[in-house]
């Protein structure tokens, strides 16, 4: 018994954390949703501006295949539309 009072300090016993938890399948699920909304977002951002560039630019391109401007085209239906409104006035 006299033997037990030498003893030092116990150590500290190891801390056994709990097992990480899983998610479950619903919350799998919100993840992926949650990442492919992310996704399409940054997607949506990259692709709608070269769309419309492309469009900007195969408008200017087919004038320009044509030899005209828009200008001029938007100047020709102007006096189209006058002349129809002359017309049906009579």
Do not use: H
Not at 14 to 40: L, Y
Not at 45 to 66: D, E, K, Q, S, T
């Amino acid at each position: 018994m006299s033997g037990d009072l030498n003893e030092g300090p116990l150590a500290p016993a190891e801390t056994v954390s709990p097992p990480p938890v899983k998610a479950t399948r619903r919350e799998k699920r919100r993840q992926r949703r949650r990442r492919r909304k992310i996704g399409e977002e940054i997607l949506g951002w990259i692709l709608v501006p070269l769309i419309l560039f492309a469009g900007y630019w195969a408008v200017n391109a087919g004038f320009a295949a044509l030899g005209t401007t828009p200008g001029a085209v938007f100047d020709q239906l102007k006096q189209v539309k006058t002349a129809l409104e002359k017309r049906g006035s009579m």
